[in-house]
C-alpha cells in the first residue's frame, strides 16, 4: 500500500496570507489527523477528521480549519498567517495507529 | 490531562551496542496505547513499535523492545545492536483507548539519538 502523501512539501508565504495543505492517506483509513512541529512547543494536535466529519480539535485559535473530503482526503487551511505558523505541518491516517506523513514545512516571512 | 515526559533530551550510543530510552507518562486512564516514533533527518516520522495497555507482555520488533511498567507508567525502548541508520529523534507517544476511533497522540519533547561509528 501507498503511504500517506502531503503536498507540498515546501511553501514559503508572507504574514498576513493564507495557505492550504493537502493530505492523502493510506488507502482505506477513514481517519486523518494533523500535528504542528516546532522547536519550541514540539509536537500538538491540531484536529482530527474521520469520514468527513471534525472529531477531535486541539487548542489552536480559528484561523486553523480543515476538511476532509468523501475520499479521505483532507486540507487544513491557515487564515491571516502569523510569523510563528512557521512549522512543519504533519499528517496522519490511522486505523488504530497513526502512521504519518512527510510533512510540509511552512515558512512564514 | 495526559502528559508524557521523556527525560533525556539526548542520547549516544557506539554502532552495535545497546541503549535505552526512557519515557513516563501521566493518565487516569486503564486503557491506552504507548508508542514509540523515530524521526530521521528526513523528518518523516516512523513508528517503531507499538504496546496495548491491557498486554502484560512487553512489545518487541526485531532490534526494538521496550519495558512497559504499567504500575509505574513507565515505557522505555531498547534499541540493541544499534546502527548508525538509527540515529534521529525519537518520540514517545500516549493515546487514549477509545472503541472504534481514533484519538489524539500526545508527544513527549523527544529524545536525540546520536550513533557513534
Known amino acids: 500500500k501507498a503511504g500517506v502523501t502531503q503536498t507540498p512539501r515546501y511553501l514559503i508565504k508572507t504574514r498576513g496570507q493564507q495557505v492550504t495543505l493537502s493530505c492523502s492517506p493510506i488507502s482505506g483509513h477513514r481517519s486523518v489527523s494533523w500535528y504542528q512541529q516546532t522547536p519550541g512547543q514540539g509536537l500538538q494536535f491540531l484536529f482530527e477528521?474521520?469520514?468527513?466529519?471534525?472529531?477531535n480539535k486541539g487548542n489552536f485559535p480559528g484561523r486553523f480549519s480543515g476538511r476532509q473530503f468523501s475520499n479521505s482526503r483532507s486540507e487544513m487551511n491557515v487564515s491571516t498567517l502569523e510569523l510563528g505558523d512557521s512549522a512543519l505541518y504533519l499528517c496522519?491516517?490511522?486505523?488504530?495507529?497513526?502512521?504519518f506523513g512527510p510533512g510540509t514545512r511552512l515558512t512564514v516571512l | 490531562a495526559q502528559t508524557v515526559t521523556q527525560s533525556q533530551p539526548e542520547m549516544s550510543v557506539q554502532e552495535a551496542e545497546t541503549v535505552t530510552l526512557s519515557c513516563t507518562y501521566d493518565?487516569?486512564?486503564?486503557?491506552?496505547?504507548l508508542f514509540w516514533y523515530k524521526q530521521p533527518p528526513s523528518r518523516q516520522m516512523i513508528l517503531v513499535i507499538r504496546?496495548?495497555?491491557?498486554?502484560?507482555q512487553n512489545a518487541t520488533e526485531n532490534r526494538f523492545s521496550v519495558n512497559f511498567q504499567k504500575a509505574a507508567k513507565s515505557f522505555s525502548l531498547k534499541i540493541s545492536d544499534s546502527q548508525l541508520g538509527d540515529a534521529a529523534m525519537y518520540f514517545c507517544a500516549y493515546r487514549r483507548f477509545t472503541q472504534g476511533g481514533s484519538e489524539k497522540l500526545v508527544f513527549g519533547k523527544g529524545t536525540k539519538l546520536t550513533v557513534n561509528p
Open positions: 477528521y474521520f469520514s468527513e466529519t471534525q472529531r
Open positions: 504496546q496495548e495497555a491491557y498486554k502484560q
Open positions: 496522519a491516517s490511522s486505523t488504530d495507529t497513526q502512521y
Open positions: 493518565t487516569s486512564e486503564s486503557d491506552y496505547y
